[in-house]
């Protein structure tokens, strides 16, 4: 899980030597990215367009293996949005949350609403389980047409 300092000031150096990942350029960068991102969900091509508007010169392979390493040690959670869309964001402790898709822009929005999870605490003790995790992705055309 990604921390704050105590002086609330991002600290990617100990990050990553607390995931036990060794400190490189590529690892470094990439944190930097997703700490400095307006959007919290990024999938491996935007992190590569970001990397790329900063002149990094990493491939996308490292990308993607950055982006692997990140989530098996925790500092990024992955999340499979539809059939090809799978967008990272920081571990940073946050509640559990579900994903609005926007079906005509591609952007990812989150909702919490403690209603579902209790229903859904529900419907899986009904069916002889206990919850202990959920994915919830819903997609949705804007009201308003942002475009
Ligand atoms: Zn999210």
């Keep these: 899980m990604v921390t704050k300092r105590d002086d609330g000031i991002a600290d990617p150096h100990q990050d990553l030597r607390n995931s036990g990942l060794k400190i490189t350029l590529p690892r470094l ?62 571990n940073d402790g946050e509640e559990h949350h579900g994903h609005l898709v926007s079906t005509s822009t591609g952007e990812v929005r989150e909702f919490y609403d403690l209603g579902i999870e209790e229903r859904l605490k529900v419907i899986v003790r009904e069916l002889g389980y206990e919850l202990t995790d959920y994915d919830i992705t819903a997609y949705g055309t804007p009201l308003v047409d942002k475009r």
């Design 29 to 90: 960068k990439v944190l930097d990215i997703f700490r400095n991102s307006e959007q919290r969900h990024l999938a491996a091509e935007d992190v590569y367009r970001i990397l790329i508007t900063e002149h990094s010169e990493f491939g996308l392979a490292t990308v993607y293996r950055v982006l692997a390493q990140f989530e098996q040690t925790g500092l990024l959670k992955k999340s499979q949005l539809g059939n090809n869309k799978a967008v990272y964001e920081l």
